[in-house]
């Protein structure tokens, strides 16, 4: 089902959507903090900015990184010039109290960050099949962060070098309707 739009919003979120086909033409480290930059301007509970990001752009952190995806991922995202972990403070650093917000704010920033890469012609497709343990014995991540996603990052490329099962996927998905979405 193609997407369709009943109302005038932004078209940067109409056109983003997460596509599977990387080039692997490499992003600027300055488009990449540029993203960063974007999340950062999320909103947070008491202002706290639990996000954090872990980013894989050169070729030993990135083949780490990789070990760090689901092999179904890999099929994949092992194309992307960049894959960015983001990780969630689970307390505040100032109080050292429970964030109970900490995955809803971090969630908000990794929006803000897939709209400012929309905008800049970057392509980015967050994926929960990762091993976090992986993660953190690899990367020594510490246990005051969860691990909410990785993100792969980069230009769009060449569909057809997919193969035919994740060709088959590669389109922007449709969405329920605003109707269905009331309580
Ligand atoms: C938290 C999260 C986890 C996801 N995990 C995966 C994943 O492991 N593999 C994958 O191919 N896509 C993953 N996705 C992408 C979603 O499938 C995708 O966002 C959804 O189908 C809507 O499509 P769209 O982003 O193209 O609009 C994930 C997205 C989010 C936000």
Redesign the pocket.
């Given at each position: 089902m193609p997407r369709t739009f009943r109302y005038q919003i932004m078209d940067i979120i109409k056109k983003r959507?997460?596509p599977?086909a990387y080039s692997q033409e490499l992003i600027a480290r300055d488009d990449i903090l540029a993203l960063v930059e974007a999340a950062s301007f999320a909103p947070s509970c008491r202002n706290g900015q639990p996000w954090r990001f872990l980013i894989a752009d050169e070729p030993d952190t990135l083949e780490k990184m990789r070990q760090v995806l689901?092999p179904s991922?890999q099929r994949w995202a092992n194309q992307a010039p960049v894959l960015i972990l983001i990780a969630a403070r689970k307390t505040f650093a100032d109080s050292g109290e429970i964030n109970e917000w900490h995955e809803f704010d971090t969630g908000t920033a990794w929006g803000f960050l897939a709209l400012e890469a929309q905008q800049r012609g970057i392509i980015t497709?967050?994926?929960?099949?990762f091993d976090p343990d992986k993660a953190i014995e690899l990367f020594n991540i510490s246990d005051l962060y969860e691990i909410i996603?990785v993100v792969a990052v980069g230009r769009y490329g060449d569909k057809s070098k997919l193969i035919k099962k994740l060709q088959e996927r590669e389109f922007?998905?449709s969405r329920k309707s605003v109707e269905e979405l009331l309580l």
């Open positions: 959507w997460s599977q689901s991922n497709h967050a994926m929960g099949g996603t922007p998905k």
